[in-house]
């Protein structure tokens, strides 16, 4: 499932490359990833491109009247191409854009003079893509109450990299939170964007057991994991602006220090990493270095 790291890439590239244009064309090749109408669709033409920003692990696409907001959840991955490039098996969802006046406002340092970002006076297309259709886009017209599944005040926390998620906000919220360490790094209530690999990578950094209870850490182990979870999640933004673009519907997750690498030695301790699949969902950690 595409996390924080994976979307900050997507949402910083897609605003400096698309901001500021107007749509041209929008359409639904799989219309049952879309929640809102065919009206409401086309009604995205003519419209510009405001502002792309991540919130969580959605995608929040602001125009110049409405606003589209994409959970890719398992499975939905994005394309920025080229009209008339190959169309990638199960697209769900086109929009086209034409040029625009230049750079946006808002674009991250980090995309400028990039080989992959599209002329200004070039069209271009954004394509989301899912095999399973599990993913959703979410159409929200000005004036038209829509609620979309985990956006709302009370499913969605601060996100994970959120300047004023201090320490101090996280001493307070994390008392309102039982349960085990990684069910509770990917409780989007109580800090948005880590799902079940970053989560296996902030506890390994943090030195913590995946399944020790949060009742259990002593303050210095909860100031451990807040350090753990910022410096793990920029490490990741940072690596993958150099290995995902322009091929923004990879996921590059082989570079992770535990997830993934069961049987492999521990990057920190040699020791062999363990690995358990509770739920159908891999957890990796090392027994020796986390306790």
């Known amino acids: 499932m595409p996390e924080l790291p994976d979307l900050a890439i997507v949402a910083d590239a897609f605003h400096a490359a698309l901001a500021g244009r107007s749509v041209t064309a929008a359409r639904a090749p799989a219309p049952l990833a ?5 009206a409401e669709l086309e009604a995205l033409v003519g419209q510009s491109l405001t502002s792309i920003k991540r919130r969580g692990k959605l995608l ?41 006046p230049g750079r946006p406002r808002g674009a991250a340092r980090w995309t400028r003079k990039a080989a992959w970002m599209p002329a200004d006076d070039a069209a271009v297309e954004v394509r989301y893509r899912d095999p399973t259709q599990m993913g959703k886009v979410y159409l929200m017209p000005a004036g038209i109450e829509r609620v979309v599944p985990g ?10 990299d959120d300047p004023t998620l201090t320490l101090e906000a996280w001493r307070t919220r994390i008392k309102r939170h039982p349960g085990e360490l990684k069910n509770l790094l990917k409780n989007q209530s109580f800090i948005a964007g ?63 220090a535990v997830h993934g690498k069961g049987g492999q030695p521990c990057p920190r301790c040699g020791t062999r990493i363990s690995e358990v699949k509770p739920g159908g969902f891999v957890t990796s950690f090392c027994r020796s270095c986390q306790h």
């Open 34 to 38: 879309v929640r809102g109408t065919p």
């Open 60 to 100: 929040l696409f602001d125009f110049g009247r409405d606003r589209v907001v994409v959970n890719p959840m398992l499975t939905g991955r994005f394309q920025l191409t080229a009209p008339g490039a190959p169309l990638p098996s199960r697209t769900a969802v086109i929009l086209a854009f034409g040029p625009r």
């Open 151 to 160: 956006l709302t005040d009370e499913e969605i926390g601060p996100d994970a």
């Open 194 to 256: 880590v799902g079940n690999a970053y989560s296996d990578e902030i506890l390994h950094a943090a030195g913590l057991l995946p399944f020790r209870k949060r009742s259990t850490l002593a303050p210095e182990e909860v100031d451990a994991l807040y350090a753990a979870t910022g410096a793990t999640l920029s490490r990741a933004i940072e690596v993958l602006r150099e290995r995902v673009p322009p091929t923004f519907e990879k996921q590059a997750r082989d570079w992770l």
